[in-house]
């Protein structure tokens, strides 16, 4: 549970900066969520109420991808791809659309983030 000031007045205690701690410590909204979610997406912020997870799908179903695989203009969002983890063709690495990093630590808000 969070102390009523937390959500009263965030910027006192969101830290300066990308991240989500600074010279002052850890951000009190910060957590990993072990065992909901993969390691590389089981971040969650408090203060937005919302984890990597959560994060990766808003961006999916709202950001366009420019080029697909053969290098032709989509105009798709990536939930609209009919493969989103397609392999690319260069590397031959499955691409897995993560955009969220609050697992490690870089802010998904917009609070003192100068």
């Known amino acids: 549970m969070l102390k009523s000031d937390l959500l009263q007045t965030p910027e006192k205690y969101i830290p ?19 065992n909901e979610y993969p390691h590389h997406e089981n971040g969650f912020c408090k203060f937005l109420n919302k984890s990597d997870w ?5 961006y999916n179903k709202t950001n366009k991808i420019i080029y697909d695989k053969d290098n032709k203009l989509t105009g798709k969002t ?11 063709e260069i590397s031959g690495k499955k691409i897995h659309w ?17």
């Open 16 to 34: 300066v900066g990308v991240y989500c701690y600074d010279s002052n410590g850890l951000c009190p909204f910060w957590e990993i969520r072990k």
């Open 54 to 58: 959560d994060l990766n799908e808003e």
């Open 78 to 88: 990536i939930s609209e791809l009919e493969d989103p983890d397609h392999i690319d």
């Open 98 to 114: 993560i955009t969220s990093l609050i697992w490690n630590k870089v802010k998904s808000c917009d609070i003192n983030d100068k």
